[in-house]
C-alpha cells in the first residue's frame, strides 16, 4: 500500500485549526490509539478566545495527573459537571460570533452524550468537523504501533502542536474574530473559532491554504 500524502496527528479534543490545515486534501488522516497518553497536549483540552482572552477547556481524565497507558485507555471522569462548564463556556464566547446557530444544535449533541473513553469523544468530534468542513481525507484508526520505518513518505503530525508552543509558527489562517479588538486576532487555537466565524467559508479558506502551499 503507498502510504504517501498519509497524516499521523494526534487525537485532540476539539482540534486546532491547523491540524485540519495541513491535513486537508490528503487521502488519509490516521489516528494512532495505541500511543501512550501524554500530560500537556490537546488530549483532553482545547483553546478558545473569550473576551479578556483565550481561555483553556479541559476534560477530566480518571486518576488525573496519574493518568498512565495507551490514548484508547483513558476514561473521563464525570465526577464533576464539566460538559456544562464547556458548553456554557463556548456559549459565553462565541453566541455573536456570525455562524454560532448554524451548528449550536449539532454541537450541543455532542456535549449531551456520555462518552466512557476519550479517544471515543475526540474520534466522535473529528468526524463531525470532517463533514462539516467537507475534508476529503478518510479517517483510520491505526491499532498497532506507528513506526516511520514502516511508513516512508508519510507526514507525521503528532506533538507539532502542543499547549506551549500551538501559536508559535506563522503558517496559519487569518479570518475576522468575534473578539480581535480587543485581544487581537488568535491563530491556530480550536476549529470551533473558524467554524464559529466563518460558517461554510472554513472549507474555502482550507482549500485555498492549502493551494498556496503547492
Given at each position: 500500500m503507498n502510504y504517501n500524502n498519509y497524516y499521523f496527528i494526534d487525537s485532540q479534543y476539539f482540534p486546532v485549526v491547523n491540524c485540519f490545515n495541513y491535513s486537508y486534501k490528503s487521502k488519509y488522516i490516521i489516528l494512532c490509539e495505541c500511543d501512550n497518553f501524554e500530560k500537556l497536549t490537546f488530549?483532553?483540552?482545547c483553546v478558545v478566545a473569550g473576551s479578556n482572552g483565550l481561555i483553556n477547556?479541559?476534560?477530566?481524565?480518571?486518576?488525573?495527573?496519574?493518568?498512565k497507558g495507551k490514548y484508547n485507555s483513558v476514561r473521563i471522569s464525570y465526577a464533576q459537571n464539566w460538559q456544562m462548564n464547556h458548553w456554557?463556556?463556548?456559549?459565553s464566547c462565541y453566541r455573536k460570533?456570525?455562524?454560532?446557530n448554524y451548528y449550536v444544535d449539532e454541537l450541543e449533541m455532542i456535549f449531551l452524550k456520555r462518552f466512557d473513553f476519550l479517544f471515543d469523544l475526540n474520534l466522535s468530534i473529528l468526524h463531525w468537523i470532517?463533514?462539516?468542513?467537507?475534508h476529503p481525507a478518510e479517517i483510520k484508526v491505526l491499532s498497532a504501533p506507528f513506526d516511520r520505518d514502516d511508513f516512508p513518505g508519510t507526514f507525521d503530525l503528532r506533538k507539532k502542536w502542543l499547549p506551549k508552543n500551538f501559536q508559535a509558527e506563522s503558517d496559519?489562517?487569518?479570518y475576522t474574530q468575534v473578539f480581535e479588538d480587543r485581544?487581537?486576532?488568535?491563530?491556530?487555537i480550536s476549529i470551533l473559532d473558524l467554524l464559529f466565524n466563518t460558517g461554510p467559508m472554513a472549507k474555502v479558506l482550507l482549500q485555498n491554504a492549502e493551494t498556496k502551499k503547492k
Open positions: 488530549f483532553n483540552r477547556l479541559s476534560v477530566p481524565v480518571v486518576h488525573g495527573r496519574e493518568q456554557r463556556t463556548i456559549i460570533s456570525p455562524f454560532f470532517n463533514e462539516l468542513i467537507e496559519f489562517i487569518r485581544i487581537g486576532f488568535q491563530p491556530n
